[in-house]
């Protein structure tokens, strides 16, 4: 049984910085979270191999094989582990790939630990409700799609294709939530934890993205539709 | 990818600006030639006065001249453009890794004191966050140090302390204090060979010399750090040869890891961290002692020698005190010890 069910969340820690992951691994145990250590790329790989994590915090600039590289081996074996990666870079292209090779979130150094622990703590609590709500409904139907919450898998009219972890939480979100119109904001709080990097635009691009893969006509929307200038809707009437 | 698609850029311009060169020469030609025909068949009948017994080669050359200057503008501009962008991806290269490493000790004293601010923290660990807070302290200041003492060595303003120095007492002195303040093992340093001549140097600087050999023999070793020095003396040079048991450097990269910000990026070095100062700023120094630095390594894994040269002082007097004389007097910090 994963430690994160009794409790006590387990994080892997990448940071090849001494000084600062001691202190990270100090603030984080006294929040009652289990962590490890790991102070090279090689090193967090092998910890990912042999240990079940909750939560990974991922510096770029290791030794051996950078943050990127990592995010994107651990997505490869585990699409739902929240990936908050922390570092130094701070350029928009650096921020991107981030979130493109698979992170969730992105922190800067130098951070404000209360910040930090803040989003730690939200991203682990999603990650329960994520898997709290695949548990309940692991697959979903509606019209010619089928999707497979546990394993991030689709099959909709344009073939076999796989969702990302952020894609599958807002579609699960606004499936919980049919009939209701739900706002950009009420969004971006639940599913991006209101990270203040993230503009609007951006759930506007991932509903876009969505409507791509399960709408017939996704300038016509029957599944996500849009409420003007107030947010979306997924169509209760929609799901068999 | 901007960066690679601006090169491309350039190199396309450089090209078509070499073939409207060359349409524009073979246009020149091609009028000269046809001008100098016609003229040669109907100048006669229209002005008798014209000669063309001998040919006017003279617009012709200065034509030509006009046109290859053209070409070599364009060739010396496109080498300094070329250059230019090397030197931006450089410089671009040193901002990030400066930015990363100083931001990181930020980041970490930022972190300890929101710690100790917010939590209850035991006086063990108080004291082992402080002594964390202290070094990365002294890494921002040995960094700052770095970029405002390279600036000055490059501007020749840095106040060098130059004395005449015994060579191997002095190099001793030195290593035993590195051994110290890295907390390096006993066996770690071996020292060799005999040097019984006199340099003349900056002791401060000799220390920052090999204190920056030693940080990159540590961040470039997979296993337990041997470092061997080797001190040799001859008649006009002192020899000291610096070599780890390292990850060695590619016969490619050799010659390029004395420039100013350059870094190796490689899948096999066990430390990314850096800003490619390091070496820059050790050639320098050595540089204005009057003497060289070299580097050899047998290849991977098999670990780098650092060859450094200085003149010795007996050999050296003239010309080189005379130099350092010189310096003293603008900085009036030159003593000559033994004299």
């Known amino acids: ?240 | 990818m901007r960066k690679n698609r601006s090169l491309l850029y350039h190199v396309i311009i450089f090209i078509l600006a070499q073939l409207a060169w060359l349409s524009l020469l073979g246009l020149w030609i091609y009028w000269y030639v046809y001008n100098y025909l016609v003229f040669k068949k109907v100048g006669n009948q229209i002005s008798p006065q014209l000669s063309y017994d001998t040919t006017n080669v003279v617009p012709f050359v200065v034509g030509l001249v006009l046109l290859v200057g053209l070409s070599l503008i364009t060739t010396w501009i496109f080498r300094n453009l070329n250059v230019q962008l090397r030197l931006n991806k450089l410089y671009d290269n040193f901002i990030g890794n400066i930015t990363h490493e100083l931001k990181s000790p930020l980041s970490s004293i930022q972190l300890y004191l929101e710690t100790l601010k917010s939590r209850d923290v035991p006086p063990e660990k108080q004291k082992e966050f402080i002594d964390f807070m202290i070094k990365d302290g002294n890494r921002l200041q040995r960094l700052i140090n770095s970029i405002l003492e390279i600036s000055a060595l490059e501007q020749k303003k840095l106040a060098h302390n130059y004395q005449v120095y015994d060579a191997e007492p002095l190099l001793k002195q030195l290593f035993i204090e590195m051994a110290e303040q890295f907390r390096l093992p006993q066996d770690t340093i071996t020292i060799d060979g005999k040097a019984d001549c006199k340099i003349v140097a900056d002791k401060l600087a000799l220390k920052i010399i090999f204190d920056n050999l030693l940080d990159n023999a540590l961040k470039y070793s997979l296993n337990s750090l041997k470092i061997n020095v080797k001190l040799n003396c001859n008649e006009k040079i002192f020899t000291i040869e610096f070599s780890d048991n390292g990850i060695g450097i590619p016969q490619l990269e050799r010659k390029k890891i004395f420039n100013k910000f350059y870094r190796i990026y490689r899948r096999d070095i066990p430390n990314v961290k850096g800003t490619g100062l390091g070496l820059y700023w050790v050639r320098e120094i050595v540089r204005n002692h009057g003497g060289k630095i070299s580097v050899a390594s047998e290849g991977e894994k098999k670990g780098t020698t650092f060859t450094i040269e200085l003149p010795v002082y007996q050999a050296s007097k003239k010309r080189f005190v005379n130099k350092l004389l010189t310096k003293a007097k603008s900085n009036k910090q030159i003593t000559l010890s033994d004299e």
């Open chain 1, 1 to 240: 049984m994963n430690d994160s069910e009794t409790g006590a969340s387990r994080i892997l820690l990448v940071e090849d910085e001494e000084t600062l992951a001691v202190g990270l691994e100090y603030n984080l145990s006294e929040e009652g979270y289990t962590v490890s250590w790991a102070k090279d790329g090689k090193e967090a790989l092998k910890f990912f191999d042999h240990e079940i994590f909750d939560l990974i915090i991922l510096d770029i600039m290791l030794p051996y094989i950078n943050g990127f590289e990592i995010a994107e081996k651990v997505r490869e074996r585990d699409p739902q582990i929240p990936i908050l990666m922390l570092t130094a870079r701070t350029t928009k292209d650096d921020r991107v790939k981030g979130l493109e090779t698979g992170a969730d979130d992105y922190i800067t150094k130098p951070f404000h630990l209360e910040e930090l622990l803040l989003r730690v703590k939200r991203m682990l609590k999603r990650k329960k409700w994520y898997r709290k709500v695949s548990t309940e409904m692991p697959v979903v139907e509606f019209g010619k799609n089928k999707i497979d919450f546990e394993k991030l898998k689709c099959s909709c009219s344009t073939g076999e294709i796989r969702i990302t972890p952020r894609e599958a939480m807002l579609l699960k979100y606004l499936i919980e939530n049919k009939g209701k119109i739900i706002s950009r904001k009420e969004l971006l709080e639940n599913v991006w934890h209101m990270n203040p990097d993230i503009e609007t635009r951006t759930v506007d691009i991932f509903i876009a993205r969505l409507r791509k893969y399960f709408e017939e006509d996704p300038s016509n929307p029957v599944y996500i539709k849009s409420v003007r200038g107030v947010g979306y809707i997924f169509d209760d009437l929609a799901l068999t």
